[in-house]
């Protein structure tokens, strides 16, 4: 007789008893999101890197939003706010009548995170070393302070700068991260002396973590993974409300979907695609935040390329597009039509476009373009149109394919699409064989001259090769126009000028969203694009 | 008879040393040279639209991408031999900086999903040798024919599915919880916060290695479970075996101090080889469970398409298998007279 086995039914058991033990650890370490204290936030993302967060270089969202929320500027955007209000300074600016000099009283008692004392010497140092960075390095985002000519620490509270050329968006400017103010003791082997090129220039960056005065330090740096951040205790302002700060980076929105439906982060922000966005509104125990977006999408015409070289082909598309289906089929919402190459953000917006092209679709202006054109009714007109499939997010091929819809469906147009990955669509648009394609714009500072200049002129961006004499004049007039009632008629000038030449056609203005756990307050999404770390709170 | 032994294991030892050279420098030409045929150059392929020509040259000349093919080869083969496996594109950091970080959470999953691999495959395979041809047996079978068919990324995606989002028993993805990392002294979280007693950290630890460790321990114990059947069966035919029930040996002493033993011999020697088809497991593992190790760092690389990041942590893992691949040979060498050449 054999000696008792174990039967397959005892076996059977035992790995049972094993499986419910396993899962049984679930509610004896089931934490809160975040696992540690009820009050700390850990917040999901998909941006990643794209430089350093040294804000004399960072120039990506992701690294303005550790600067700002590490360091400080002069001035700043309070919540909503279209024009800048004082932070470190003590009150706005004295602006001396040519527009040229601004004169700024600072706060005192303020301290860097690492115990030096903020003045005016720190502030020379900054931005001095910002603009240096500039010079060199065309990528770093210290070339919009390219236009100060000189800064004098006039006093330990006062400081005196001094512009090449009136820039009535130079207190916008100053209000980006790229002139935020650090400490001169953490960042004295960080400057150029001058005699730095190529790589040598790169390497003077402080890479490793970012010494200002703001209300958050960060403490934890790990590449591709996550930050931590901690609440300054030396803080001179309002403290903020959360001690500790985790963003955690994600390659896929997917995966971020997932963590945030399973409590592991408690805000999204940056970027869910609109169906995983969608899931979140009616779920119970979320929310979705929605604030107006700086970000535009538009098309461009290579005014160079035949047939586009013609102002009234590029009209006849302008009148055939039909952004509602753009944003209603593929955004779901998420996303709004825009009519002027400046969003309704400002209060210049003019719709210039849909003033002059109608709502979309309007066959009898499409016929009457191309016949001003030189093309024979009823043939039908050639769109050779590109776009990158992954860099504005996994929508993109939709919003080609609906664009290319909305043209079809007058008639005229016969729309080839095709598609190239980001670095080969760059090379290809620089080499002007891009005959149409479509781009998008995030502001580096709140001002419509930021959603002008770029456009038309070469040295800054002008993706349509446009280069119009009497574009730029107009671009030029407004920058140095003091007067906000001139300003604005020229802006709008502008507007109509650029609309009636159309080598772009707005689509749509991006809006911004979050989607966290109701338990998180404080989200403020607005236009400047400064995600607050220090307003964000958590119920326990 | 001991010196001719002690000199033939020398031999072994020796030629299988010399076979590494050759070995290693097939890999690094392969990596090298795959890497340089792919379109574009690689910062223009990385950074794209995003940096001037001005600075997408100062990038090459510092990483010498504007020296001859044959000179970049030699530079490459050379900072291989010391230890440097380039600098990042994207990060601007040393990939050996990448590495130190990151390899600590690749070993963790990989050893503990060789644990559960080997609990899975060695307990599967066994019971279904001691229960051939039973209900027991084909379950095991199927199940371990399944583990072995399907997609690493896609099995992970179910248990995703089912044991975290579904159940919410486990995390999604990740290392630990937030704000509970025990102090570093190894790099492995559940070493570490055993040694410092900080069973928070533990018990976190522990949540979030669960499934991916799950995930890659099956897949590869898909293979454990036929291979263990099968030295199991011919082993418990054996006339040593027969020999012991003959004698009258309990048959729980005949399966496990005799047939299970002897059963295992070449088990080890496979678990050894499996090392290589782990680490390129833990990638797609990393990937689905968010899990930052070294293959989710190549993963972000290849989507960077940072070509320089891509290059070094290859060749990074192609040394490594070798490496490992080396010391069990020689270990199996040491342990098994039998191996010679």
């Known amino acids: 007789m054999r000696p008792s086995n174990p039967s397959p039914l005892r076996i059977f058991g035992v790995l049972g008893a094993l499986l419910l033990i396993l899962t049984a650890c679930k509610s004896s370490t089931s934490t809160t999101a975040g696992g540690g204290p009820a009050q700390n936030i850990v917040i999901g993302t998909t941006d990643s890197l794209q430089n350093s967060f040294d804000p004399a270089e960072a120039y990506d969202y992701f690294g303005t939003e550790v600067a700002f929320n590490t360091a400080e500027t002069l001035v700043t955007y309070a919540p909503n706010a279209t024009k800048p209000s004082p932070l470190l300074a003590a009150a706005l600016p004295d602006v001396s009548a040519d527009g040229l000099t601004y004169t700024f009283q600072l706060r005192s008692g303020v301290k860097f995170q690492d115990g030096t004392d903020m003045d005016a010497a720190a502030v020379k140092f900054s931005l001095q070393r910002a603009r240096a960075f500039g010079d060199k390095d065309?990528?770093?985002a210290g070339f919009l302070l390219s236009g100060i000519k000189d800064i004098t620490a006039a006093a330990p509270t006062k400081v005196v700068i001094t512009l090449s050329a009136p820039d009535v968006a130079f207190l916008s400017k100053l209000a980006y991260s790229v002139a935020s103010i650090l400490s001169p003791t953490a960042y004295k082997n960080n400057v150029l002396s001058g005699t730095e090129t190529g790589a040598g220039v790169v390497a003077k960056y402080k890479t490793d973590t970012v010494v200002g005065t703001g209300p958050y330090k960060l403490v934890s740096y790990k590449e591709k993974q996550s930050l931590e951040f901690q609440a300054n205790p030396t803080y001179w302002g309002t403290k903020p409300k959360t001690p500790k700060i985790l963003v955690r980076l994600f390659d896929k929105s997917s995966a971020l979907k997932l963590a945030l439906q399973n409590h592991e982060v408690d805000t999204a922000f940056r970027s869910l695609q609109p169906d995983e966005l969608a899931s979140f509104r009616s779920a119970a125990g979320f929310q979705v935040i929605e604030g107006q977006g700086p970000g535009i999408r538009y098309i461009v015409f290579n005014v160079n390329t035949p047939p586009w070289n013609n102002p009234n082909m590029r009209k006849a598309v302008a009148a055939a597009l039909d952004r509602t289906p753009v944003v209603n089929e593929v955004l779901k919402g998420t996303g709004k039509p825009l009519d002027s190459m400046i969003p309704p953000t400002f209060p210049t917006h003019d719709p210039a476009w849909t003033s002059l092209y109608g709502a979309g679709g309007d066959i009898t202006k499409v016929n009457a373009f191309l016949t001003a054109a030189g093309v024979p009714a009823g043939q039908k007109v050639n769109v050779d149109f590109w776009f990158s499939p992954t860099h504005y997010g996994d929508t993109e091929a939709s919003v080609a394919q609906v664009i290319a819809r909305t043209l079809e469906a007058t008639g005229r147009f016969t729309v080839k699409i095709s598609n190239v990955e980001w670095a080969e669509y760059g090379q290809k648009r620089k080499a002007g064989e891009l005959p149409v394609f479509l781009m998008g714009w995030y502001p580096d500072y709140l001002d419509e001259d930021d959603y002008l200049a770029p456009f038309?002129?070469?040295?800054?961006?002008?993706?349509?090769?446009?280069?119009?004499p009497q574009m730029l004049s107009l671009v030029a007039a407004q920058a140095k126009e003091l007067d906000v009632t001139k300003r604005a008629v020229i802006i709008k000038q502008a507007q109509s000028y650029m609309a009636d030449q159309a080598p772009y056609v707005p689509v749509f203005q991006i809006s911004q969203f979050a989607a966290t756990s109701d338990k998180v307050s404080g989200i403020v999404l607005d236009p400047i694009q400064i995600f607050r770390y220090w307003l964000l709170e958590k119920k326990a | 008879m001991a010196r001719g032994s002690g000199g033939s294991l020398a031999r072994y030892f020796m030629a299988r040393l010399a076979l590494v050279v050759p070995m290693l420098l097939i890999l690094?030409?392969?990596?090298?040279?795959?890497?340089?045929?792919?379109?574009g150059d690689p910062v223009t392929a990385t950074l794209g639209d995003r940096v001037s020509e001005a600075r997408a040259d100062a990038i090459r000349r510092s990483l010498g991408l504007n020296r001859p093919l044959w000179r970049q080869y030699v530079d490459y083969l050379g900072r291989v031999v010391h230890g440097d496996f380039g600098r990042a594109i994207t990060t601007n950091r040393p990939i050996r900086s990448t590495i130190a970080e990151r390899f600590p959470a690749t070993l963790e999953l990989t050893l503990a999903a060789l644990?559960?691999?080997?609990?899975?495959?060695?307990?599967?395979?066994?019971?279904?040798?001691?229960?051939?041809?039973t209900t027991l047996d084909i379950g095991g079978r199927i199940f371990g024919i399944l583990l072995y068919a399907a997609p690493i990324f896609w099995l992970g995606i179910?248990?995703?599915?089912?044991?975290?989002?579904?159940?919410?028993?486990?995390?999604t993805g990740g290392r630990i919880a937030p704000f509970t990392e025990p102090r570093s002294i190894t790099g492995l979280y559940t070493v570490d916060a055993l040694l410092t007693r900080n069973w928070g950290s533990l018990t976190s630890s522990v949540r979030y290695l669960t499934l991916p460790a799950l995930t890659l321990g099956l897949a590869i114990g898909g293979i454990f479970i036929r291979l263990v059947r099968v030295n199991m069966i011919q082993t418990l035919k054996a006339d040593y075996v027969e020999a012991a029930r003959a004698r009258g040996v309990p048959e729980r002493l005949v399966l496990f101090r005799h047939a299970f033993r002897n059963a295992l011999v070449p088990v080890v020697t496979i678990v050894g080889l499996q090392f290589a088809l782990l680490l390129s497991g833990a990638v797609l593992t990393e990937t689905t469970f968010t899990w930052p190790g070294i293959g989710l760092s190549l993963f972000q690389f290849l989507q960077d398409r940072d070509y320089i990041g891509v290059q070094g942590l290859v060749t990074f893992y192609a040394v490594f298998v070798v490496v490992v691949s080396l010391l069990i040979d020689l270990a199996s060498a040491w342990v098994d007279p039998r191996i010679r050449y």
């Not at chain 1, 038309?456 to 119009?468: L, S, Y």
């Not at chain 2, 690094?28 to 379109?39: H, K, S």
């Open chain 1, 456 to 468: 038309a002129d070469p040295k800054i961006f002008d993706p349509a090769k446009w280069n119009d």
């Open chain 1, 138 to 140: 065309a990528e770093a």
């Open chain 2, 158 to 171: 179910m248990l995703q599915l089912l044991f975290a989002v579904k159940l919410g028993w486990f995390p």
């Open chain 2, 115 to 133: 644990i559960v691999a080997v609990i899975v495959g060695v307990g599967i395979g066994a019971l279904s040798a001691r229960y051939r041809d």
């Open chain 2, 28 to 39: 690094l030409t392969a990596t090298f040279l795959l890497l340089r045929v792919a379109p």
